[in-house]
T-cell receptor, first 118, second 114 residues
Framework: AQSVTQLDSQVPVFEEAPVELRCNYSSSVSVYLFWYVQYPNQGLQLLLKYLSGSTLVESINGFEAEFNKSQTSFHLRKPSVHISDTAEYFCAVRPRGGSGAGSYQLTFGKGTKLSVIP | NAGVTQTPKFQVLKTGQSMTLQCAQDMNHNSMYWYRQDPGMGLRLIYYSASEGTTDKGEVPNGYNVSRLNKREFSLRLESAAPSQTSVYFC?????????????FGDGTRLSIL
């Protein structure tokens, strides 16, 4: 089984300041890692994912996340946030390999609400 | 716009009533999913359909049934609604179940059980 811990439920930050949203996971098997973003009254959108290769992955809108296997972390960062980044962010994991519901299932963290202050 | 469409967007039910949540996708995806989102809980998988004609239980299936009506549509039914099923329900679809094929989410159905 997998579990995901997002250490901060809410993160307020001033516009143009840097931000880090923390994500740690626990799993008995290797996992794939994801960050999703949810804007108010909308569904989730995939922000970025780590499947293999370089441990640093980037999104098209300036976010990046780094997979740290030894610390079982996948923190999300942005050097300068914009008002439009205000949303809830979810970290998720999925086991590598296997078959059936367990291998298809995304396990989500409880979410971090990012509020960008003008 | 192409995507995942959920109906209704809002619904209030009384305890014991039945309800079917509808989901349709127009992206020719093979796989579809139902999640529930509760405050402070993230999303939890209720049921999924890897391909047309198949359905399987997720993490929290109790109290729900699903039907994969055709490739486009995947419905979620509450036979006897309970207050614990008050939640926001999200439908998602993906080309397949491979990890390289990300899930696309609808905008959700907000369901309140009184």
């Amino acid at each position: 089984a997998q579990s995901v811990t997002q250490l901060d439920s809410q993160v307020p930050v001033f516009e143009e300041a840097p931000v880090e949203l923390r994500c740690n996971y626990s799993s008995s098997v290797s996992v794939y890692l994801f960050w999703y973003v949810q804007y108010p009254n909308q569904g989730l959108q995939l922000l970025l994912k780590y499947l293999s290769g370089s441990t640093l992955v980037e999104s098209i809108n300036g976010f990046e996340a780094e997979f740290n296997k030894s610390q079982t972390s996948f923190h999300l960062r942005k050097p300068s946030v914009h008002i439009s980044d205000t949303a809830e962010y979810f970290c998720a994991v999925r086991p590598r390999g296997g078959s059936g519901a367990g291998s298809y299932q995304l396990t989500f963290g409880k979410g971090t609400k990012l509020s960008v202050i003008p | 716009n192409a995507g995942v469409t959920q109906t209704p967007k809002f619904q209030v039910l009384k305890t014991g009533q039945s309800m079917t949540l509808q989901c349709a996708q127009d992206m020719n995806h093979n796989s579809m999913y139902w999640y529930r989102q509760d405050p402070g809980m993230g999303l939890r998988l209720i049921y999924y359909s890897a391909s047309e004609g198949t359905t399987d239980k997720g993490e929290v299936p109790n109290g729900y049934n699903v039907s994969r009506l055709n490739k486009r549509e995947f419905s979620l039914r509450l036979e006897s609604a309970a207050p614990s099923q008050t939640s926001v329900y999200f439908c998602a679809s993906s080309p397949g179940v491979r990890v390289s094929q990300p899930q696309h989410f609808g905008d959700g159905t907000r369901l309140s059980i009184l």
